[in-house]
């Protein structure tokens, strides 16, 4: 049977290894476990016919066996797997649903209660894991790897999130760049508890880790008392996490006794690689890290669009408040607001990405992706300048972009939602510092006559429309919005009211 897919091809070539150790309990599965029920689900997805041509499959399912097997079962059969959030609301669930235009959502027997709804109410295939019975071999299509393979949902300057195309050969780069970079070995182990419906989770630690021949830990979310057990077990080589987890697991660390310490840093002294990304990590977090662990951690900068592109060296000095150099296969320049492009140390440039990693389309917007590129560079939004040959992250060139507890959040999408709010007439959404959360979510509201609002209220009004990130963790009721001669509002003016 011929499949063009790497992944995939590895796998075999992984055979008896164990690739998935579950904390739930269900125990261990092999590389071949992976390949056979995998193609159980895509004959299943397939029916009738020969290949899926690219149809957008939705599905949602916990970290695990089943995300794994149903990813790789879409591809097998030619889809486009669309991963949907597990803390998504149903308006979040719906969006994404209709956006992609999916004919089809699988489930668990556990997740099919979010999505039963709107599986009616959009005339949706579902079809459920568990009543996927292996039914002998069909013959799988043979997939090119410039077709098509994941569409992920990210939000920011547009109000709506945006689904980001890459095919098989764009993912397949984003893995290659890391496993070579970062020295990925068949005896590594890792914890995957960082969502899977963004980049972060599912290619920098599930993908590396697979077509590596890597074990995985998978867990439902992140739980701080059963990982730090598991890391004072001595079982993890790699960790990787956004900076909101680093201070979480510094708290939790100082708040254990003088006696139960020791072990647990002993855990991640032993790492041989712990990785920081998706959001800033001050400075003051990566030192006090390593005095705490004696780790440094890796830094490093990358995007739902272009996949990894800037990184501390695995070998060699990673130096604090950087995101280090550009990664292999990766081209990087920096464009100065008048057009030039920036070479000097310490000029200032919108960060530009190009290479075999960049994705190939946003899903159905034709405008917004040609607008995205500069030629052939994809322009990140995000400003930057090279010090001694190290590049340091500057801030985005867009205030509407918020990004809180390593997920990146459009200001503009919260205001939308929040002007639905009966007492609500104006509002103007910010991110604020936070030591935390990196920012968090502010909002300014002006409210109808007569009405009023506190942020309790808000918040449980959020709660059905919102994922629980998204939702203000501050207000300020105000008489009117700050705004410029021109009449716009003025956000930095907004941020000064908290
Ligand atoms: C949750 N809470 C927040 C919040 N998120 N408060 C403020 N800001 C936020 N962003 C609050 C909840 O309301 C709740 O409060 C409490 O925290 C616990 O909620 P939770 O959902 O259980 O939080 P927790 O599990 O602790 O989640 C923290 C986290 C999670 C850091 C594990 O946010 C996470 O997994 N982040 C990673 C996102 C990610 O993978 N991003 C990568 C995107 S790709 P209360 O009062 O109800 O208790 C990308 C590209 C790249 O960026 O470069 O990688
Ligand atoms: P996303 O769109 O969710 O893929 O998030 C990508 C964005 O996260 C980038 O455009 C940056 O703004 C931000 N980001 C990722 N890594 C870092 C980092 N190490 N430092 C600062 N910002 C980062």
Not at 92 to 106: G, H, P
Not at 139 to 146: A, Q, T
Not at 410 to 415: R, V
């Amino acid at each position: 049977m011929k499949n063009e897919l790497q992944l995939i091809a590895r796998a075999g070539s992984h055979g008896d290894a164990i690739a998935l150790r579950s904390c739930s309990g269900s125990g261990e599965h092999s590389y071949r476990e992976l390949l056979d029920r995998s193609a159980a689900i895509a004959a299943a997805l397939l029916e009738d016919s020969d290949d899926l041509e690219e149809a957008r499959i939705a599905f949602l399912a916990p970290a695990g066996f089943d995300y794994i097997t149903v990813q790789w079962a879409i591809w097998r059969a030619g889809g486009v797997a669309v991963p949907l959030s597990l803390s998504a609301t149903q308006p979040e669930l719906e969006y994404a649903l209709a956006d992609s235009q999916s004919r089809c959502v699988i489930a668990t027997r556990d997740t099919a209660e979010k999505v039963e709804t709107l599986r009616i109410r959009m005339d949706l295939r579902l079809l459920l894991i568990d009543d996927v019975h292996a039914v002998g071999a069909k013959r799988l299509p043979s997939v090119d790897r410039h077709r098509r393979a994941m569409i992920l949902y990210t939000s920011g300057t547009t109000s709506k999130p945006k689904g980001v195309v890459t095919t098989h050969a764009n993912i397949e780069s984003q893995i290659e760049t890391l496993v070579e970079a970062w020295d990925w070995k068949g005896t590594d182990c890792v914890p995957l508890f960082l969502p899977l419906h963004h980049i972060h989770g599912i290619i920098n630690v599930l993908s590396c880790a697979l077509w590596s021949g890597a074990a995985i830990e998978a867990f439902p979310r992140f739980d701080m008392d059963i990982i730090l057990d598991r890391v004072e077990a001595g079982v993890y080589s790699v960790f990787m996490a956004v900076p909101t987890i680093y201070v979480k697991l510094i708290q939790a660390i100082e708040a254990l006794p003088e006696s139960g310490r020791s072990a647990k840093i002993a855990g991640f002294a032993r790492m041989r690689l712990m990785v920081s990304g998706s959001a800033a990590l001050p400075a003051s977090v990566h030192e006090k890290w390593t005095s705490l662990t004696g780790q440094e951690l890796l830094e490093r900068y990358g995007m739902t669009e272009i996949g990894m592109a800037l990184a501390n060296p695995y070998i060699g000095e990673r130096r604090p408040g950087t995101v280090g150099q550009p990664l292999p296969r990766v081209d990087v320049r920096l464009k100065s607001e008048t057009g030039e492009v920036v070479t000097a140390d310490g000029e200032p440039g919108e960060i530009q990405i190009r290479g075999p990693s960049v994705f190939r389309e946003y899903w159905n917007r034709p405008e917004v992706t040609a607008d995205s590129f500069d030629d052939d560079w994809f322009r990140t939004g995000d400003m930057a300048m090279r010090e001694d040959g190290y590049f340091r992250i500057m801030g985005r060139l867009s205030i509407d972009i918020i990004k809180s507890g390593g997920y990146k959040l459009s200001a503009l999408e919260i205001e939308a939602a929040l002007l639905d709010h009966p007492s609500i007439s104006e509002c103007a959404v910010v991110g604020i510092v936070d030591d935390t959360w990196g920012e968090a979510v502010a909002v300014a509201a002006v409210l109808r006559e007569s009405e009023e609002l506190n942020l309790e209220a808000l918040r449980s009004w959020c709660r059905d429309r919102l994922s629980t990130y998204k939702i203000p963790k501050r207000l300020r009721v105000v008489e009117s919005l700050p705004r410029n001669a021109m009449g716009k509002v003025t956000k930095s003016a907004v941020r000064e009211l908290f």
